[in-house]
């Protein structure tokens, strides 16, 4: 939620061992709209939670490829 005040983000990408646990997206995307408390109207966040508070696109191989991605692009 502060990172949503803050920096408003288009999107939040949340990987890693714990988020695997597909049960913990519902319940995060509800804490994160409770806190809210209906300060933010962004009807894309507000609406769109689903899309705003994903999993990685790359799933566990994420931080990987993307540590590749960066180390290929030094010259």
């Known amino acids: 939620m502060n990172f949503t005040l803050t920096l408003s983000p288009q999107r939040i990408i ?3 061992g714990v988020m695997e646990q597909k049960q913990l ?12 408390n209906g300060y933010l109207q962004v009807s894309e966040i507000l ?3 689903d899309d ?6 790359l799933g566990g191989r994420a931080g ?5 991605a960066l180390a ?3 010259d």
Do not use: H, N, Y
Request: proline residues 6%; positive net charge; without cysteine.
């Open 25 to 36: 997206f519902p319940l995060v995307r509800a804490k994160v709209r409770g806190l809210l």
């Open 14 to 16: 949340l990987g890693g």
């Open 72 to 74: 290929g692009g030094r």
């Open 52 to 57: 705003f508070i994903v999993r990685p696109g």
């Open 64 to 68: 990987v490829l993307g540590a590749m």
């Open 47 to 49: 609406e769109g939670m």
